[in-house]
């Protein structure tokens, strides 16, 4: 046996070994911090993405995963290329906001909701930002109105400002993936969209030490391609069901009258009653986005409001059922057992911590 093929083969144990079992492994490096630049070359040939691409290609019926991505225009613009973006084709959200309301065996449910009337699931997107205001600021506010929300990070930007992750952690926030450049996903290869998402979880368990289970696609760009691989890597795709609207250049006082009254049952968009729990849509690193918190205090007195609370708990999770158990496994899973994807962790251990002794013993007996 050659030393390259032996070599590669004692890889494959340790790379297969640590790509299935949680903890998740380090890449060999993590991509730059530029938003700008696509996840390319040796950074889709790292180990831990070649591998997790053969499980996502395992997991997933080739006829989902061979949905053409769209074409990159710019931000997030796209040229969306499969023939029916419809619900009865590739549901791709941008076109009448499809979503998937029931699992598939390529993919599961959105979450768009929350399950009670009285519910809201607030969201802040692409911190953690060192904008003013922003995530301190933010922080700041939801600690003094003793609010818990749901942050949905950047990879790039836990990067950059690991202390403020640690900070929206320690606070008891909870946290989700939202991709490491911000690019839409459907305008990426398979291997760019699993780097996206194993990128931002290997630096977000670096700088917290959990790995979380939900992931908020950038602009909501997504299709039954995108919601395959997010789910095959252990993922709730988490949309929403009102925007705020604070990126779209409206007054700060637009934003906060259409979060005013979201708290107080109205939906901003029909000006009628809410006739489910709501999950919005904020970003940490706009001004318009404290200020509406803010704004929340003085509506406090008003009869009929809306509990505001990190997304997890609308969905009927405890805070530590937020990320994978330390056996790998998922907790949001309601059946209480392990997700069929990942090997018997205990088992699969077993084996190959034998098969890796035993070339070892190879290894040894030849040289
Ligand atoms: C809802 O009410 C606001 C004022 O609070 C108004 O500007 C908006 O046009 C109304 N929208 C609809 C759909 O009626
Ligand atoms: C939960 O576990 C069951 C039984 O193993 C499995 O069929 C299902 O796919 C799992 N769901 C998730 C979300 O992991
Ligand atoms: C996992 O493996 C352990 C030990 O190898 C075994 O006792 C257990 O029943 C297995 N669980 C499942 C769900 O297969
Ligand atoms: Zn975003």
């Avoid at 929403?240 to 009254?261: F, L």
Wanted: glycine share 6%.
């Amino acid at each position: 046996m050659k030393l390259a093929n032996l070599q590669n083969l004692i890889f494959q144990f340790v790379v297969v070994k640590s790509v299935l079992v949680y903890p998740p492994p380090n890449p060999i490096k993590f991509p730059t911090s530029d938003q700008q630049t696509l996840i390319n070359g040796d950074l889709l040939t790292d180990p831990l993405i070649v591998e997790t691409v053969k499980h996502v290609e395992s997991k997933v019926s080739p006829k989902i995963l061979a949905i053409p991505p769209s074409t990159f225009i710019q931000d997030s613009t796209v040229t969306y290329n499969a023939p029916d973006p419809s619900a009865a084709g590739t549901c791709y959200w941008a076109v009448g906001q499809c979503l998937r309301s029931s699992d598939t065996s390529d993919f599961q449910a959105d979450i768009s909701i929350c399950k009670n009337l009285n519910e809201w699931g607030v969201t802040y997107d692409d911190g953690p930002s060192t904008q003013v205001p922003g995530t301190k600021e933010l922080l700041s506010e939801l600690t003094s109105q003793k609010l818990l929300t749901t942050h949905f990070v950047v990879g790039t930007n836990v990067l950059l400002y690991p202390d403020l992750l640690k900070q929206i952690d320690a606070a008891g926030h909870q946290i989700g993936v939202h991709s490491w450049t911000h690019h839409p996903l459907t305008s990426l290869s398979n291997a760019q969209i699993v780097a996206e998402i194993k990128y931002t979880e290997g630096i977000i368990y670096k700088t917290i030490g959990k790995v979380p289970i939900y992931f908020r696609p950038p602009y909501g760009d997504v299709d039954d391609r995108v919601r395959a691989i997010i789910s095959a890597l252990g993922y709730k795709n988490v949309m929403w069901t009102i925007d705020s609207s604070d990126t779209s250049g409206i007054p700060n006082s637009e934003v906060t009258a259409r979060m005013t009254k979201v708290f107080e049952g109205t939906n901003p968009d029909t000006n009628t009653s809410l006739t489910t729990g709501v999950i919005t849509l904020e970003h940490d690193y706009l001004d318009n986005t404290v200020t509406s918190l803010a704004a929340l205090n003085s509506y406090k007195t008003s009869s009929k409001l809306l509990k505001p609370q990190p997304v997890g708990q609308c969905q009927g999770l405890n805070s530590n059922q937020w990320y994978l158990n330390s056996d790998g496994s998922n907790p949001a899973n309601k059946s209480g057992s392990t997700d069929p994807s990942k090997p018997n962790t205990s088992h699969s251990f077993k084996i190959q911590n034998i098969l890796f002794i035993f070339t070892i013993i190879i290894v040894t007996f030849l040289f």
